[in-house]
């Protein structure tokens, strides 16, 4: 998931520290670590840039692409 999302800046960082983008990018990475057979997303790109938002639709079609509903 670090590679995945691009965590490695943040990685010594508490989460209170983290710009909202890298945070709403652990969120997705914690929400898929086990894998769940249905993910429910709420507004989980409001209030990141648009090239985060961009970054996150790129991993929820390629999720959907794989199968996760």
């Given amino acids: 998931m670090i590679n995945v999302f691009n965590l490695n800046p943040i990685l010594h960082q508490t989460t209170d520290e983290l710009p909202l983008g890298f945070k709403q990018r652990l969120a997705l990475?914690?929400?898929?670590?086990?894998?769940?057979?249905?993910?429910?997303?709420?507004?989980?790109?409001?209030?990141?840039?648009?090239?985060t938002r961009r970054e996150f639709w790129l991993h929820i079609n390629g999720m959907v692409n794989k199968g996760l509903p």
């Avoid at 898929?32 to 840039?49: A, K, N, R």
């Fill in 29 to 51: 990475a914690c929400s898929l670590m086990h894998e769940p057979d249905i993910l429910f997303l709420d507004e989980h790109t409001s209030g990141v840039d648009p090239l």
